[in-house]
């Protein structure tokens, strides 16, 4: 049931390089968000949508951008990746905007960054 | 003080006992909550949610406290399997940490 998928899974980059991973979902769900999950520092939001080209910084937002022009595909970018920036990246979808029903993850995009 | 709190642990239990996870809360506004599981190298998954009468699903039971801002995970007869580590999830509309505040988690591992 991969309702939302995430790419590339893995992936290994130089600093400085640019990185942009894929959020894809077929849930038609309006709101989506990135995190990164640190060893001490649990899930942190980087960014989220509430729609099309709707987008808002999250707490950890520095030195990332996103976007959104489908419904379906939410796009992180790494503008000039730093090795601080190395984790674990989860997508995740929300029907609601509350969070009332909870979010579904991606199942990550592990990141190094070298 | 932090949004949500959870003691990381581990907890180390034998197959068959009884553990129980606490969870505290910082904000009264808080409307939704949730357990969430998560397995080594693994994304979080929704595990129950949580209401006001409290909920049971199979060996699984949660309770909210709204007076005292906790939230309580019991699991009866814990297997093998039940190893993961368990994140306390409140609702708070709004704010550069999202509508959902993740807590860091408490680590289980059932020994045979």
């Known amino acids: 049931d991969a309702g939302i998928t995430q790419s590339p899974r893995h992936k290994v980059t130089e600093t400085g390089t640019p990185v942009t991973l894929r959020c894809h979902q077929t849930?038609?769900?309006?709101?989506m968000y990135w995190y990164r999950q640190d060893p001490g520092h649990g899930l942190r939001l980087i960014h989220y949508?509430?729609?099309?080209?709707?987008?808002d910084k999250g707490e950890v937002s520095d030195g990332y951008s996103v976007s959104r022009s489908k419904t379906e595909d939410f796009l992180l970018t790494l503008e000039s990746a730093t090795s601080s920036q190395t984790s674990v990246y989860f997508c995740?979808?929300?029907?609601?905007?509350?969070?009332?029903?909870?979010?579904?993850f991606g199942s990550g995009t592990r990141l190094t960054v070298v | 003080r932090k949004e949500v709190e959870q003691d990381p642990g581990p907890f180390n239990v034998p197959e068959g006992a009884t553990v129980a996870f606490n969870c505290t809360y910082s904000n009264s506004a808080s409307q939704s909550f949730f357990w969430y599981r998560q397995d080594c190298r693994k994304e979080p998954k929704l595990l129950m949610s949580?209401?006001?009468s409290g909920n049971e699903d199979g060996r699984f039971t949660a309770q909210l406290n709204r007076a005292s801002q906790y939230i309580s995970l019991l699991i009866r007869d814990s297997k093998l399997s039940d190893s993961a580590t368990y994140l306390c999830v409140v609702n708070l509309y709004g704010g550069s940490q999202g509508n959902l505040i993740f807590g860091k988690g408490t680590k289980l591992s059932v020994k045979p």
């Open positions: 949580v209401y006001s």
């Open positions: 849930e038609n769900h309006r709101y």
């Open positions: 949508s509430y729609g099309v080209k709707d987008t």
């Open positions: 995740a979808i929300s029907e609601s905007g509350t969070g009332g029903n909870g979010y579904t």
